[in-house]
C-alpha cells in the first residue's frame, strides 16, 4: 500500500537518480542514450550498418513499425522500475514525454493511443498498469484518442524477463482480444514501458487487426538490446 502512494505524499525525487526537486532530473534525462539510426526501418533496433537487417519482417507480421525513445540502461532503467514495481505513478509524465519526443521525431500518425494491458489478476496486484498511465499521458500530450473499446489480456503469460527468444513469441501469442466496434482500417499506436523483441506489442497488433485496425505501430519508452 505505502508503495503505492510513494508519489502522493512525497516531494518529487528523480526516479534514476534519487535526487530531490524532479520526477527526472536534467543529468539523468542527459544521461539517456537516445536511439541511434540506423535503425531497423520496421522494428526500430539499432543496426550495425545501414545495409544490414536485423531479420524481423518474419516475426513481426501484424506490427508494421516499432519505435522506442532510448537504450534500456543506466538512469532509465532504474525509472522505469521505480515507476512499475515501487509505483512512481508521477513518473508516467515525464517518461511519457520521451515517447511523445520519439513520435514527433519520426512523424508517426494515428487515430488513436491504446496501452498494452496487463492481465486482470495482474493490475489487481500491481493497483494500476504502467502502460495505460503512458497511453494516457501520451495522449495528452499529442491530442489522439482513447480506443471506442477496450484491448483486453485474455490468458495470464508468464513474466517475459529470462524467457528465452523463442519463448518469448509462444508465451504472448493470442494472448490478447479487441472488443469493441469494428475499427475499419483505423490506425492506432500501441504503448507499452519497454521492448525486447516486440512479441507482445505483435500479439497486440494481431488482436488489433483481428478487430479491423489499419496499420498498428508500436512505441515504448525503452529498447533492451538483444
Ligand atoms: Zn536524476
Ligand atoms: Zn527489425
Redesign the pocket.
Known sequence: MFSTLVDLILPPR??????AGSW??G??LRRMRRLEQPLCRRCGAELESPRGGCGCRGRLRSLTRLRSAVAYEG?VESAIQRFKYQGWRRLASPLAALIAERVLVEGLAASMVVAVPLHRDRERQRGFNQAELLAHELRRRTGLRPPPGRLLRIRTTVPQVGNDRLHRWQNVKGAFEWRGPQLSGRSVIVVDDVATTGATLEACASALNEGGAGPVIGVTVARVRI
Open positions: 528523480c526516479g534514476g537518480c534519487h535526487l527526472l532530473c543529468i539523468c538512469p
